[in-house]
């Protein structure tokens, strides 16, 4: 089954503490990214990868890391996480529908929250 | 830069009536596409629709149509004969051409819509 997968799907964790959240998908997708969701502001988007060894900052990068070592594998990285990291966090990739249709198909999201 | 604009925060809607949700944007780009997604209570995005800037025909996917008014910059969800498992969070959103590789989609703050039996 083509998916996007994401884990941990919960975490509470403690500020300055290190964690990484892993995203996989399936489908041999050059793009990846990440976004935040937090209420009254949609989605924004954190980093993106256009492929391996390719990553770049989004809207809102200021606390995160990623890396793109490998083709299916795009992580999401938090070196000292503080309260206000404190969101759902969605991993997504694009998929090439008929007509050349690039359409996001998003993960499971990660709930994080940060003492 | 682009902007979508959602200005419905929740809709109330009787069980198999129509809905319509709406949406306009505001982007330079010449071509670009909008979505709609759909967001339960478990918290996934669901990709519903898509229409892309240059299409001639507004977009259906089953009982989904998206009515898309390029001159008046407004593309708005409809859902015919609503579901209780309609009711959701749906977001609003679009992709820029211009963004030199990057797929980003600028998303809207969402209208919750609930469906009342």
């Known amino acids: 089954e083509a998916q996007v997968t994401q884990n941990p799907r919960y975490l509470i964790t403690v500020t300055g503490k290190k964690l990484t959240v892993t995203c996989s998908q399936n489908?041999?997708?050059?793009?990846m990214s990440w976004y935040r969701q937090d209420p009254g502001l949609g989605l924004r988007q954190i980093y993106y990868s256009m492929n391996v060894e390719v990553t770049d900052k989004g809207d809102v990068p200021e606390g995160y890391k990623v890396s793109r070592k490998e083709k299916r594998n795009f992580p999401l990285i938090l070196e000292s996480p503080s309260p206000n990291q404190t969101s759902l966090y969605f991993c997504a990739s694009s998929l090439r529908l008929a007509g050349a249709r690039l359409v996001q198909f998003f993960g499971p999201g990660t709930r994080l929250t940060v003492l | 830069a682009q902007k979508i604009t959602q200005t419905q925060p929740g809709m109330f809607v009787q069980e198999k009536e129509a809905v319509t949700l709406d949406c306009t944007y505001d982007?330079?780009?010449?071509?670009?596409?909008l979505f709609w997604y759909k967001q339960p209570s478990s918290g996934e995005m669901i990709f519903l629709i898509y229409?892309?800037?240059?299409?001639?025909q507004n977009a259906t996917e089953g009982r989904y149509s998206l009515n898309f008014q390029k001159a008046r910059k407004s593309a708005n969800l409809v859902i015919s004969a609503s579901q209780l498992g309609d009711s959701a969070m749906y977001f609003c959103?679009?992709?820029?051409?211009?963004?030199?590789?990057?797929?980003?989609?600028?998303f809207g703050t969402g209208t919750r819509l609930t469906i009342i039996p």
């Open positions: 959103a679009m992709r820029g051409d211009s963004n030199f590789g990057n797929e980003k989609l600028t």
């Open positions: 489908m041999n997708h050059e793009y």
């Open positions: 982007t330079s780009d010449p071509s670009y596409g």
């Open positions: 229409q892309g800037s240059y299409d001639q």
